[in-house]
């Protein structure tokens, strides 16, 4: 499992375009996000979903790929002016930054696209099968689109400089961040031929470690600083949104926190192989620094 990180990046590049002269800055847009670091908390968890369920990280693989891609690309439009216009992400400059917003915007569009390439590529469907990479396709497509990350988007954006009740936040980051947690994990198990006992306690996983792992970034911006965080620091303040800490308060946080880490732990009973990887992840999505 330890070499999973490069497994990964390996396997990003691989699907990422051959060099191309004529379109060399979209690549190089698409590549400068891709490889940009971070935890690649999602491939991972798609990784040992499968592997609990009795899959393969051959076989899942490509499934995650794909949702990495998702999410770079969303990180790409987030950090746009036109929505968060951050100028740093992971202690680097933002894409845009470097490429300009119009590659930028387009680095992010070939990414999203490229996602549902790699799960209905070649090597995807001779290694799940053509209904398990259509399924995978569906979810990815769901979870990513407008009753999921993308509405948690617009919820986001309309809910800056209102106060917001907390049900409301809650669904915001259940669709914004929890969406694509979910469909890692299920991706996982859609790989693996899981059955739907599986299914329902790896959502129910995601579903907790995904509003844990919001929650701690909300704190993380008010606790951290910013050569930790790789990422400028306080901004939920300085754009006047509601957060959990903003409503809650950190001591009532940290209380949450540690809640659902141990709804998340205690859900992974209904599999029968080794969690042990499970909980950790979990335990340490709670405690991350960054």
């Not at 988007?153 to 259940?174: C, F, N």
Request: glycine share 8%; proline share 2%; net charge negative.
């Amino acid at each position: 499992m330890t070499d999973r990180p490069e497994k990964i990046e390996n396997a990003l590049l691989s699907y990422l375009p051959a060099d191309d002269e004529s379109i060399r800055t979209v690549i190089e847009s698409m590549k400068y996000s891709l490889t940009a670091g971070g935890k690649r908390v999602r491939p991972v968890l798609v990784l040992e979903f499968a592997r609990l369920c009795g899959g393969t990280e051959e076989a899942a693989m490509p499934f995650a790929c794909a949702i990495e891609m998702i999410h770079t690309y969303s990180l790409i439009h987030d950090d746009l002016p036109c929505m968060d216009d951050d100028d740093m992400r992971r202690g680097k400059p933002t894409n845009h930054k470097i490429f300009g917003e119009a590659a930028a915007v387009l680095g992010g569009d070939a990414l999203l696209t490229l996602a549902f390439e790699t799960v209905l590529s070649e090597k995807a469907v001779r290694l799940n099968g053509f209904e398990k990479c259509a399924l995978a396709g569906r979810l990815l497509a769901s979870c990513a689109g407008a009753e999921g990350m993308i509405g948690g988007q617009i919820i986001d954006l309309e809910s800056e400089g209102k106060s917001v009740a907390i049900d409301r936040l809650r669904l915001m980051d259940r669709l914004k961040t929890g969406a694509l947690i979910k469909a890692a994990c299920l991706l996982g198990c859609i790989s693996a031929g899981a059955s739907d006992e599986q299914k329902k306690a790896a959502a129910e996983y995601a579903e907790c470690i995904g509003l844990a792992f919001q929650i701690v970034d909300d704190m993380l911006d008010v606790t951290s600083d910013e050569a930790t965080l790789g990422k400028p620091i306080g901004s939920d303040a300085e754009n006047d949104k509601s957060t959990y800490v903003s409503l809650l308060g950190l001591e009532k946080c940290r209380s949450l926190v540690a809640e659902l880490t141990d709804e998340a732990v205690s859900s992974l009973s209904a599999f029968g192989g080794d969690t042990s990887f499970l909980s950790d992840f979990a335990g340490k999505l709670r405690d991350r620094r960054s």
